[in-house]
């Protein structure tokens, strides 16, 4: 697996993103006039190639998810540019969309809500092919049989519906509909933050295993430092709406260069209490994306912060080699 | 985790579903809570045995009260089969043609009950047509859709049944036929209950709409109309069955109210409400049993529908169980 550091552009990523920006209108009053925006997303750029798993981290509302859904063409973006495998797919029309639909899959969050309860299992993993046309009622039977197995459930629960299903099953079900495309990229929106610890661990080493098997490769959103750990190659760090830190997974353990991911880091829980820890707890609160602070979007809450950060936005620069970070002191 | 039992071979999985909607059907809350319910097995049997005199009416009623061969003057006004007046040949008594009352019931019932189903139908399908699109789509057709919905519930359904009906009437003149009469009936008393669907769809689908398995859909590539019949209604159609069922009770009763003020069916194809239009005549004359035997007919359908369709709700409704 490739540990290298983060270096843009790649020589051919699976998926690239440059500057990539969503912003949801507010609207107010009887003319619905537009009186601000969400700047969910704001100028997010990044690459993953092929095998590889970029872990995108950072807390609630920092537009993580956003960034998933909206490489995904789930939402459409504001600004900036998607490509998959060289193609730009930024604007391109629903119809248009198609065949890259089969290379670009998503796994959920929420495993109750994210299979149609009025389907069976079996039907479920096997609309996917059934909507491309690439197999007939027989051989489709057969390939679902092969992606329960694959995921780890019982060929004789095809025919089972989805409240039948524990979490982690179901979990598992959604990633055998994930599968199903032969994708090359998929996007996991907090796959395993909904299910219990031992199967968190299970869902993951699954999905560990497809990536190694098939060369498939994740974009796997997450605020949950230790599973991002687990599984990524690379670590993308987000506060407010802008990648903030951008490295490899040990280079960001080991030596973490911008301070929110400094604090972040300190909040991890460690599993030994005779460990004594320094830990950096931020005051305040996230700033509302509704109006982002000038400069950059972290200084209200930086310790190091000077007059600088409140005027000019860092950029996202090299500041060791293989090590992005945006900000000025560094 | 039971993926670590042993697979059963997948042969053994193809016979399993026709099996599995037996065992799903047997052990259901839903049937457990229809045995139990004595009112609601009441209901349903009165439901059933009005359904099917109206089906079957051509073979068991007694006569045939359209067949003008079979209508004797002679026989008007009699009373019925066990009042000293009476004749064995016409159980509930005759009306002022001499048409027996009984087979009158049977035939009106059938009028009845197919325009109250029909134009439940017509409602439930304008209803849910616009709800899911509303709901689905959102913004300025949502907001024209359901304003259009607002104002229409401003006014009582039998006002707008009757606007539509008069407006019909006036723009055909003289020459209308009873054919048109009843589909005018069944558009007029169906465009006067779409909006309840409307709504109730329209809520449903825009909390489906938000749930992943919509947005996985999305992902695959299917079409949006697709994705709204296959995956979004079959979970919005839960609470639509029960206001059709609680609607069909009140079309019935709508049309029997528009024929009884003498714009509904004419009294050639007499309905349940014409029955008891023509009967009214008669009240105070002594001849009851032309109003009130439709009348209990007509009390105990709606009455028995509407009970079936209360339990239907409460069964379907999860909070309730």
Not at chain 1, 5 to 18: H, I, K, N
Request: glycine share 8%.
């Amino acid at each position: 697996m490739p540990e290298t550091a983060a270096r843009a552009p790649d020589p051919s990523p699976v998926l690239d993103v440059t500057d990539l920006k969503k912003h949801f209108p507010i609207y107010k009053g009887v003319l619905r006039r537009q009186v601000g925006a969400v700047y969910a997303v704001d100028g997010v750029s990044f690459s993953i190639r092929a095998g590889e798993t970029l872990g995108l981290v950072g807390e609630s509302g920092c537009g993580k998810s956003t960034v998933g859904r909206t490489v995904l063409r789930l939402t459409d973006p504001t600004g900036g540019a998607i490509k998959v495998d060289g193609e730009d797919i930024t604007h391109r029309s629903r119809k248009d969309l198609r065949p890259y639909r089969r290379q670009l899959q998503i796994i959920f969050q929420d495993p109750f809500s994210s299979l149609d309860p009025r389907m069976s299992a079996g039907d479920i993993v096997g609309e996917p092919l059934k909507v491309h046309g690439l197999a007939d009622a027989t051989e489709r039977r057969q390939r679902v049989a092969a992606l329960f197995d694959r995921v780890g459930l019982r060929k004789a629960q095809m025919n089972d519906y989805p409240h039948q299903f524990s979490g982690g099953q179901r979990q598992r079900i959604g990633i055998a509909r994930a599968l199903a495309l032969r994708p090359k990229l998929i996007v996991g929106d907090e796959p395993v933050s909904a299910l219990d610890v031992s199967i968190q661990a299970q869902v993951l080493n699954l999905m560990m295993d497809l990536q190694k098997e098939m060369g498939l490769a994740y974009l796997f959103i997450s605020h949950n430092l230790a599973v991002v750990e687990h599984i990524s190659h690379r670590i993308a760090v987000m506060y407010l709406g802008r990648i903030v830190e951008y490295t490899d997974k040990r280079t960001l353990f080991t030596s973490p260069q911008h301070p929110y991911t400094e604090s972040l880091l300190s909040a991890v829980p460690v599993p030994d209490p005779t460990i004594k820890r320094q830990k950096r707890v931020l005051q305040g609160d996230v700033p509302s994306p509704v109006n982002p602070p000038k400069g950059c979007h972290f200084h209200t809450r930086c310790p190091y912060a000077v007059d600088r950060c409140r005027v000019e936005a860092p950029a996202l620069r090299e500041v060791k080699p293989g090590q992005l970070a945006a900000c000025h002191l560094r | 985790m039971s993926a670590s039992a042993t697979p059963t071979p997948l042969e053994s999985a193809a016979t399993a579903p026709e099996r599995k909607r037996w065992a799903a059907l047997r052990d259901s809350d839903t049937l457990y809570s229809f045995l139990h319910s004595k009112v609601t097995i009441a209901a349903a049997i009165v439901t059933l045995l009005i359904i099917c005199g109206a089906l079957f009416a051509p073979w068991i009623a007694p006569h045939n009260p359209f067949d003008l061969r079979e209508v004797n003057l002679i026989n008007s006004n009699l009373p019925p089969a066990w009042m000293a007046e009476g004749n064995k040949d016409f159980l509930l008594g005759t009306d002022d043609q001499g048409r027996d009352i009984l087979s009158t019931i049977l035939y009106g019932s059938r009028i009845s009950l197919s325009v109250g189903i029909l134009s439940v139908a017509f409602a439930a399908i304008v209803g849910i047509v616009l709800g899911l699109v509303a709901g689905y789509r959102g913004g300025a057709v949502d907001t024209v859709i359901m304003r259009i919905a607002d104002v229409q519930l401003t006014f009582p359904a039998i006002l707008i049944a009757l606007l539509i009906d008069g407006s019909v009437r006036a723009m055909v003149g003289g020459q209308r036929n009873e054919e048109m009469v009843f589909w005018v009936l069944i558009f007029s008393i169906g465009l006067s209950f779409w909006v309840q669907y409307a709504r109730t769809v329209r809520g449903s689908t825009m909390v489906e709409k938000s749930k992943d398995y919509v947005l996985a859909a999305r992902l695959i590539g299917i079409h949006p109309i697709k994705i709204l019949f296959r995956h979004v209604l079959p979970n919005v159609i839960g609470p639509v069955l029960v206001i059709a069922t609680i609607n069909l009770a009140l079309a019935v009763i709508l049309e029997a109210t528009l024929s009884f003020l003498g714009v509904g069916l004419p009294p050639t194809q007499p309905s349940l409400g014409t029955l008891i239009s023509i009967g009214n005549n008669y009240l105070f004359s002594g001849e009851w049993w032309i109003a009130i035997f439709p009348g209990i007919t007509l009390a105990a359908l709606v009455l028995a529908v509407n009970l079936v369709g209360d339990w239907l709700r409460d069964a379907l409704n999860p909070k309730l169980r």
